[in-house]
């Protein structure tokens, strides 16, 4: 087995990598590095509690063919109904709902037709002035989409958020292709629902089947990255499925957890070295 170590940079130590008895390779120095050999009782706690992300993984074929990436809180640092919401006045009254939903304590589609009917009225206008000025790009993602990409992997963007939102995120990465639930409006304001039928926990699985079916691959071909609870089926079925900074529950049910480094741990985490990663 590999035992990998990821921290931010700086954060990682020879004296931590010697607590795991095998052949050590770093693929960065004082960020990433990873063992052959097994992992100790405790110590994967024990490191979280300094900073340090470790993970068992298996031997063989590391590097996936495809990358299926939640957005909310995953690709980008918001939750965009959140930051709807805010711009409308309500932002903490949605938040908690969301909340909620994430941490798999309120159902996704019950959570979504809630929040998305308090926006209602919300005009068109607004959702690029959201766009432009509340979103920003999660740490080491376009380094991932570029990498991965120029290596020959297919990269979809598969979130229960809005495809206004997709499509632009999407486009500015480098996806190959995206998947999200479809904002009704009657041509000037948001008329307070999405389109049928909701785009889910069950629909993200649907996407990781349909993708390796049209690629060709089987699913331990793919990696599948997510924070909340309607991400935990793909992440079940993919290959390799990341909980990244996700909440507690989540980590609960993922063997695989980054809580402390940026999206280039994905990279780490499929045995690429800082030195093969390709710039966006």
């Not at 009254?93 to 979504?112: H, Q, R, S």
């Not at 919300?122 to 993602?141: K, N």
């Not at 904002?183 to 089947?209: C, H, M, N, T």
């Amino acid at each position: 087995m590999i035992v990998s170590m990821i921290a931010k940079p700086g954060g990682l130590t020879a004296a931590h990598v010697a607590r795991v008895d095998g052949p050590v390779r770093w693929l960065s120095d004082g960020e990433a590095a990873e063992i052959e050999g097994t992992l100790p009782d405790g110590l994967r706690e024990e490191l979280d509690a300094q900073g340090v992300d470790v993970n068992v993984l298996p031997e063989g074929a590391r590097r996936k063919k495809l990358l299926i990436a939640d957005m909310d809180s995953t690709m980008i640092q918001q939750e965009c109904i959140d930051e709807m919401a805010a711009h409308a006045g309500i932002g903490e009254k949605v938040a908690a709902i969301t909340a909620l939903a994430m941490d798999g304590k309120l159902g996704f589609e019950e959570a979504m037709s809630e929040r998305v009917g308090l926006v209602k009225g919300l005009p068109l206008a607004a959702l690029q002035e959201v766009y432009d000025d509340r979103i920003t790009l999660m740490p080491g993602g376009p380094v991932l989409l570029a990498t991965m990409r120029a290596n020959g992997s297919f990269a979809a963007l598969v979130s229960g958020g809005f495809t206004f939102f997709t499509e632009r995120v999407a486009s500015r990465l480098g996806f190959n292709e995206n998947r999200a639930n479809v904002l009704l409006e009657d041509g000037d304001v948001l008329s307070g629902d999405v389109q049928r039928p909701i785009l889910g926990r069950e629909s993200k699985v649907q996407a990781l089947e349909e993708l390796t079916a049209q690629l060709g691959i089987g699913e331990d071909d793919a990696l599948a990255v997510g924070d909340g609870a309607n991400d935990l089926g793909m992440l079940g079925r993919a290959g390799l499925g990341v909980a990244i900074h996700a909440k507690p529950s989540v980590q609960a049910q993922c063997a695989v957890r980054i809580n402390h480094g940026e999206l280039t741990a994905l990279l780490f985490l499929q045995g690429y070295a800082r030195s093969e990663f390709v710039e966006a």
